[in-house]
């Protein structure tokens, strides 16, 4: 699987919109790019997947450059409880293995 | 849809005492399950690849005979961890990928605390 670096951590405030960019030079042809999100003593959660361009859902957006070589996790008008830690995953959708390596993730920390 | 749970939520255990903690999908079925570990304030670490009807692929550096994992139905998986020491107290979490869709989601349990004194 493709290595993915991704800032430690961030700070925002509520109301604001926050970007989390993730890198992924070695990015393969059948990779997709995924985003969980992590809250303390929880198991992680989906939050986003794509291959190129954009993809929104209801809750983020997530936008991929041509050379798909990083991403972007967009969160809209943040609030206290999205600070949590999102882990950026690059992997084969369609690996019968599915196995996912997290790297460190970003921890975002939204203040009031 | 798509729920996985974890039994027990949180375990403390003597040190060379075995522990079970199970992992279920409770609306969809799972030819593949997860297991993870993670340590305060690290990132999750994949320990193995449990497979429904057959034997677990462990990670590099996970020991199989400490870690058992039996998969033994399509919503089922369990992870023993047999003489249990402080060294192995974390927070264990299990995923799940639904096998009737063709996605790269997994879907994650709630974790389980292990405590080891």
């Known amino acids: 699987l493709a290595k993915t670096t991704q800032p430690i951590s961030m700070d925002s405030y509520e109301g604001q919109e926050v970007n989390i960019t993730c890198s992924h030079n070695?990015?393969?042809?059948?990779?997709?790019i995924t985003w969980y999100q992590q809250f303390p003593s929880q198991g992680p959660r989906f939050i986003i997947q794509?291959?190129?361009t954009k993809v929104t859902n209801e809750v983020a957006s997530l936008f991929i450059p041509a050379d798909r070589k990083s991403s972007t996790l967009s969160l809209p008008r943040v609030s206290l409880s999205d600070t949590a830690v999102y882990y950026c995953l690059v992997g084969d959708r369609g690996s019968t293995l599915g196995r996912l390596y997290f790297g460190r993730g970003t921890q975002l920390t939204v203040w009031p | 849809g798509a729920v996985v749970s974890q039994h027990p939520s949180r375990v403390i255990c003597k040190s060379g005492t075995s522990v079970k903690i199970e992992c279920r999908s409770l609306d969809f079925q799972a030819t593949t399950m997860f297991w993870y570990r993670q340590f305060p304030k690290q990132s999750l670490m994949l320990m193995a690849t449990s497979n429904e009807g057959s034997k677990a692929t462990y990670e590099q550096g996970v020991e199989k005979d400490k870690f058992l994992i039996n998969h033994a139905s399509l919503t089922l998986s369990t992870l023993t961890v047999t003489s249990a020491h402080p060294e192995d107290s974390s927070f264990y979490i299990c995923?799940?990928?639904?096998?009737?869709?063709?996605?790269?989601?997994?879907?994650f349990g709630p974790g389980t605390r292990l405590t080891v004194t």
């Open positions: 995923s799940a990928r639904d096998r009737d869709t063709w996605s790269y989601e997994q879907y």
């Open positions: 070695n990015i393969a042809t059948n990779d997709y």
């Open positions: 794509g291959y190129k």
